[in-house]
């Protein structure tokens, strides 16, 4: 059950709707041939055991039989005519291009809607939501993207493989990937890199958090596409990390801050990243209360066993990582961090964007910046 730090209970949360979530349930003809019909068409053979016919009468039976054939041809090509012509018409009303189906917004309005739903219904995680892990993974498949070679980025889906999947940096995010396994079965014509990305904006939305802009295009690849070790933030590290990690995506000053706002949300864990403990006291609710508690409250070394971390004086429950303390010890940085402490407004703005950004490093698409959607949260 949900702890009582959760401020996303089941009573502020939306009514719930009824979706598939099951890997049969979704079933769009536009995407998929019923089963049945696929199993038809690779079956061949007889249709019962009787013999050839006997050779007196296989010229008549060849005469007819091309007779038939040539009455078939013709119906079959004159049916393939209709029915092209027909979907021809369809096509332009229902997203396809090439006569290749294209999914429309109502259709990623549908994963979407499912995403928050299961938000909903499973909520036997951290503080009660999978939110905060979901956001994790979204940004942790992002964030290995290299501009000067163009490796790595949310296009791939890499994670998927242990190479990748197994680094440091991305340990336990394999509950967040089995938490939407079960969502791309019941849509699976989404690709993994689209569902990835899309399941942290439903994420952050659902958590109170700003619209993001967020388009489809992402094509899932393989194991030879890993990318190394080491392209993720190490909390451990100072601002100059910051600024080679971030820097090698593209990102200025205002914009690492900005990212950094997610650590308003989720904890951490010893038997992960071996720190311990939630940033803020709304570790499912998005605020800029990080950034207060940055600016304002007194932070002191933790006595424990564990990797060097803060605790906040006052309560002794809240920890901030020596990264993120950097932000306030570097004058560049802190400049940002006061904007976002006064302006609640300004954080989600410039978050908002620099997700979005984050989100298509890398990614070739082949549609612009027109064809960004604004997923409706959940009613």
């Given amino acids: ?41 690779s079956r061949r053979g007889y249709a019962n055991g009787s013999s050839p016919r006997s050779s007196s009468n296989t010229s008549l039976y060849w005469g007819l039989g091309l007779v038939a054939a040539g009455s078939l041809g013709y119906y079959a090509y004159s049916q393939t005519k209709r029915l092209t012509t027909e979907a021809v018409k369809q096509s332009s009303a229902e997203g396809k291009r090439d006569g290749v189906v294209v999914p429309t917004q109502e259709d990623y309005q549908k994963v979407y809607d499912a995403i928050a739903q299961k938000l909903i219904d499973d909520d036997a995680y951290d503080d009660g939501s999978y939110g905060p892990v979901i956001l994790r993974l979204g940004w942790h498949a ?88 080491g392209r993720l933030p190490d909390g451990a590290k100072g601002s100059d990390h910051l600024r080679a990690i971030f820097g090698r995506m593209g990102f200025d000053d205002r914009e690492i801050v900005a990212l950094s706002g997610a650590h308003a949300l989720g904890r951490c864990h010893t038997d992960r990243s071996g720190f311990e403990g939630p940033w803020t006291f709304s570790p499912t609710t998005l605020t800029n209360e990080y950034f207060k508690l940055l600016a304002d409250a007194k932070w002191r070394w933790k006595k424990w066993n564990g990797p060097k971390q803060y605790e906040d004086v006052e309560s002794g429950s809240l920890m901030m990582l020596p990264t993120d303390m950097a932000l306030v010890k570097d004058d560049k940085f802190r400049a940002h961090v006061e904007r976002y402490a006064k302006d609640e407004e300004v954080f989600f703005k410039e978050f908002a964007d620099v997700v979005c950004k984050l989100f298509e490093l890398g990614v070739p698409f082949t549609t612009g910046e027109d064809a960004r959607l604004r997923l409706k949260r959940m009613e």
């Fill in 142 to 229: 992002s964030g290995t993207y290299d501009a000067e070679t163009g490796t790595g980025g949310s296009n791939g889906a890499t994670m998927r493989f242990p190479p990748e999947g197994d680094h440091g940096a991305n340990a336990g995010l394999h509950a967040a990937r089995t938490f939407l396994d079960p969502i791309h079965a019941a849509f699976p014509w989404i690709s993994y890199s689209d569902l990835w990305t899309l399941a942290a904006v439903c994420a952050i939305q659902e958590m109170q958090g700003p619209t993001i802009p967020w388009r489809p295009g992402r094509q899932d690849r393989d194991i030879g596409f890993c990318t190394p070790d």
């Fill in 1 to 41: 059950m949900a702890s009582a730090a959760r401020l996303l209970s089941r009573s502020t949360l939306r009514r719930p709707i009824s979706l598939p979530i099951r890997s049969t349930a979704f079933h769009d003809t536009r995407f998929a041939f019923p089963p049945q019909t696929l199993r038809q068409q």
